[in-house]
């Protein structure tokens, strides 16, 4: 929004609601539209901008922020805290057609990676080693990738990488990575393989076969690839 030198230097609670007003003339909404999107009071918006407050709080920006995808300093005026690295723990793995009793390893089997993580996920990101072939064009085998569970972040959009349970008839789960894509009203889950085990898409609604059921559990945000072992 081109306020990088104002956010530099720090706002005032006037500038602040001037860029609150921008936003919302950006977005093509009002108060009470955004408000509701965002599950916050609407009084406590409009208590701002007439000046009768002089500022909302981090959680409050965090969920007006979220309606339309944009980092929360964005609209709150405050400085944009850098990623930095943060160990996270690997407690598992994905790999295609393998089912098993549970996702997890024993916790003897954990290990770290320290990744840089955006700061709204802090605390929240988790780790799965890839295994097999289902990804290959997009992860090699032992390339970890970085996800948050779906209630930490949004509903998937076409083109995520996200996470997925399959559950089998005999209460087997199997986790996986896919391509999520949604095509006239469908959505769909896409190997991104050179091996032609792993080419057929699969029906997130309708899967077949012995799966039950499908759950997308989380967003894929990153992926460590180690170049050394």
């Given at each position: 929004?081109?306020?990088?030198?104002?956010?530099?230097?720090?706002?005032?609670?006037?500038?602040?609601?001037?860029?609150?007003?921008?936003?919302?003339?950006?977005?093509?909404?009002?108060?009470?539209?955004?408000?509701?999107?965002?599950?916050?009071?609407?009084?406590?918006?409009?208590?701002?901008?007439?000046?009768?407050?002089?500022?909302?709080?981090?959680?409050?920006?965090?969920?007006?922020?979220?309606?339309?995808?944009v980092p929360s300093w964005k609209i709150s005026g405050e400085a944009?805290?850098?990623?930095?690295?943060?160990?996270?723990?690997?407690?598992?793995?994905?790999?295609?057609?393998?089912?098993?009793?549970?996702?997890?390893?024993?916790?003897?089997?954990?290990?770290?990676?320290?990744?840089?993580?955006?700061?709204?996920?802090?605390?929240?990101?988790?780790?799965?080693?890839?295994?097999?072939?289902?990804?290959?064009?997009?992860?090699?085998?032992?390339?970890?990738?970085?996800?948050?569970?779906?209630?930490?972040?949004?509903?998937?959009?076409d083109g995520d990488h996200v996470i997925v349970y399959s559950y089998?008839?005999?209460?087997?789960?199997?986790?996986?990575?896919?391509?999520?894509?949604?095509?006239?009203?469908?959505?769909?889950?896409?190997?991104?393989?050179?091996?032609?085990?792993?080419?057929?898409?699969?029906?997130?609604?309708?899967?077949?076969?012995?799966?039950?059921?499908?759950?997308?559990?989380?967003?894929?945000?990153?992926?460590?690839?180690?170049?050394?072992?």
């Open positions: 929004m081109g306020l990088r030198s104002d956010i530099r230097g720090g706002m005032t609670p006037d500038q602040k609601r001037d860029l609150l007003r921008k936003a919302i003339k950006d977005f093509g909404t009002n108060v009470q539209q955004w408000a509701k999107a965002a599950g916050v009071s609407k009084n406590a918006l409009y208590n701002f901008l007439n000046g009768h407050s002089d500022g909302l709080d981090h959680m409050t920006y965090a969920k007006l922020a979220r309606v339309y995808n944009p805290e850098p990623a930095t690295p943060a160990p996270i723990w690997v407690m598992g793995h994905v790999q295609a057609g393998y089912f098993r009793e549970a996702v997890e390893w024993e916790r003897s089997d954990w290990y770290d990676v320290d990744v840089p993580v955006p700061p709204r996920f802090k605390n929240r990101a988790r780790a799965l080693e890839v295994r097999g072939t289902s990804m290959n064009r997009e992860y090699k085998e032992g390339a970890v990738v970085i996800w948050v569970p779906m209630l930490d972040a949004r509903p998937p959009r089998s008839a005999h209460g087997l789960v199997e986790a996986t990575v896919k391509l999520f894509q949604e095509r006239n009203g469908k959505r769909w889950l896409w190997p991104q393989s050179d091996d032609p085990e792993f080419q057929t898409p699969v029906d997130v609604d309708h899967p077949g076969g012995d799966v039950e059921r499908i759950e997308i559990i989380g967003l894929v945000i990153g992926d460590y690839r180690p170049r050394i072992v």
